[in-house]
């Protein structure tokens, strides 16, 4: 594990693999270890860089809320870290938030753009589908265990608990390992639920492809078809009957189509 500083801030990060530099930027509560194989598979062909968000894993947990804001700041001192000028940027859930801030505030610092269950945020996106507002609302009142469990079984969505249970135990025990605080976890949801930027995603000139499963009980997937009509030149790729943690999911199935993206 090396570290980073943003300020007061140190964020915990590993670096893996060689070629051109690729930043994962996860979603909340989730960190460096939460992508399944993705960062592996990738590593074969790229310099992949993990890192934990402010408020979870080995990073600070600051005093919060957190702005999406902070967060692309503490991006861009892991790249300053690691010795990284600019580098292709993947991006989940509120990662994808982060990732698009960092398009929009330091273009020089990105290659392409790989965004991941997310949306531009704000009121204008499809909000999340009654099944993710009932899990979240529940999350914080429930015990550890069975909130963490929810959470999952959630994010996975139905084809995930009822055709991968092994995977559903694999993310549950990594959840129950590696959960933030509750206060690291408001914190970011904080984050996430203030950003906007519907009015400014068409200012993202990096090349960008955006992964969306189609069963996302957290992440409408009709909010990937925003991101492609507001983004210049972005292209959707769509896997049927998938949930929010596609990346997880299908880290097999993806790593070819963002390995094709970022050489082409």
């Known amino acids: 594990m090396r570290e980073a500083r943003n300020g007061d801030v140190g964020l915990a990060y590993e670096v893996k693999g060689e070629g051109e530099p690729l930043l994962f930027v996860h979603g909340l509560g989730y960190d460096r ?33 957190y702005a999406v804001s902070q967060m692309a700041e503490d991006a861009v001192a892991v790249l300053d870290a690691a010795g990284i000028d600019s580098a292709h940027v993947l991006g989940v859930s509120l990662g994808g938030y982060i990732a698009q801030e960092l398009a929009l505030t330091h273009p020089e610092r990105l290659r392409k753009l790989v965004l991941a269950s997310t949306a531009p945020g704000g009121p204008r996106s499809v909000p999340m589908p009654d099944a993710g507002l009932a899990a979240f609302s529940r999350f914080p009142t429930m ?60 200012g993202i000139a990096a090349e960008t492809l955006v992964l969306q499963g189609s069963a996302d009980n957290v992440v409408d997937a009709r909010n990937a078809d925003l991101l492609v009509e507001l983004i210049p030149g972005a292209r959707l790729e769509l896997i049927p009957d998938r949930g929010h943690l596609l990346v997880w999911q299908e880290a097999e199935r993806l790593a070819p189509i963002v390995k094709a993206f970022l050489q082409s």
């Open 143 to 202: 015990g550890r265990e069975a909130g963490l469990r929810l959470m999952v079984e959630t994010s996975l969505g139905a084809y995930g608990v009822r055709e991968q249970p092994e995977l559903v135990e694999e993310i549950y025990r990594y959840r129950l390992e590696r959960g933030p605080t509750l206060a690291g976890w408001q914190s970011q949801a904080y984050g996430g639920a203030t950003f906007d930027a519907y009015d400014r995603v068409p």
């Open 33 to 65: 270890f939460g992508w399944g194989k993705l960062p592996e598979l990738l590593a074969e062909d790229f310099l992949v860089v993990v890192f934990d968000n402010r408020g979870v894993g080995d990073s600070d947990v600051p005093e919060g809320p």
